[in-house]
């Protein structure tokens, strides 16, 4: 079974500092992405950054980046100079091409930015 | 709008009833995913259509659970006899392609079953 963890349950940051969220998955494929998606209490899901498997090179997204280890099978999202509407669930998931067309969430952080 | 939609936005239902969710993915998108996500949790897997035929429905807690999109467009999730373990956010996402990653979230719909 394919499965993301996500370790921190709450987090929190000062307004304009940097905070990473971390992110472990488990797979025996060769051929998938990644993704951080936001989630503010409108509960509409938000992609904020996706990591193709096959790529080296880290995504970035403005002030959003990630560390996609893929030996460790880690990926992490590193968010610089925090913002207030930076506040919301985030999470991680999976997706496998060619497998079952489903995304595979991790349980969520909840990232609080405070003034 | 161009984004997905779902109605109603909060359902309440007494234990036994049935309910049904409904879900308008973007104009042209080709599959269409529905996801349950229980209060503290990410969301989990329900099942996905491409077109019409709904290709996998493998995270169908029960079959009291039930979902259709008869023209490739609109989809319905319906639950009958409704639960309590039941109560949860249903969220509804399509994708453009077959086999797409890249895929659009609706608001969602927060069922409680009381």
């Known amino acids: 079974a394919q499965t993301v963890t996500q370790s921190q349950p709450e987090m929190s940051v000062q307004e304009a500092e940097t905070v990473t969220l971390s992110c472990t998955y488990d797979?025996?494929?060769?051929?998938?992405?990644l993704f951080w998606y936001k989630q503010p209490p409108s509960r509409q899901m938000i992609l904020v950054i996706r990591?193709?498997?096959?790529?080296?090179q880290n995504a970035t997204e403005n002030r959003f980046s990630v560390n996609f280890q893929k030996a460790a099978k880690s990926f992490s999202l590193k968010i610089s100079d925090s913002q207030l509407g930076d506040t919301a669930m985030y999470f991680c998931?999976?997706?496998?091409?060619?497998?079952?067309?489903?995304?595979?969430f991790g349980k969520g952080t909840k990232l609080t930015v405070n003034p | 709008g161009a984004g997905v939609s779902q109605s109603p936005r909060y359902k309440v239902a007494k234990r036994g009833q049935d309910v049904a969710l409904r879900c308008d993915p973007i104009?042209?998108?080709?599959?269409l995913f529905w996801y349950q996500q229980a209060l503290g949790q990410g969301p989990e897997f329900l099942t996905y259509?491409?077109?019409?035929?709904?290709?996998?429905k493998s995270g169908l807690p029960s079959d009291r659970f039930f979902a259709e999109r008869p023209e490739g467009s609109v989809s319905t999730l319906k639950i009958q006899r409704t639960q309590q373990e039941d109560s949860a956010v249903y969220l509804c996402?399509?994708?453009?392609?077959?086999?797409?990653?890249?895929?659009?979230f609706g608001p969602g719909t927060r069922l409680t079953v009381t």
């Open positions: 996402a399509s994708s453009f392609g077959v086999a797409s990653y890249e895929q659009y």
């Open positions: 797979t025996s494929e060769n051929n998938y992405y």
């Open positions: 990591q193709e498997a096959y790529k080296q």
């Open positions: 998931a999976s997706f496998y091409q060619g497998g079952s067309e489903k995304l595979v």
């Open positions: 104009s042209g998108h080709v599959s």
């Open positions: 259509f491409q077109n019409e035929a709904q290709l996998d």
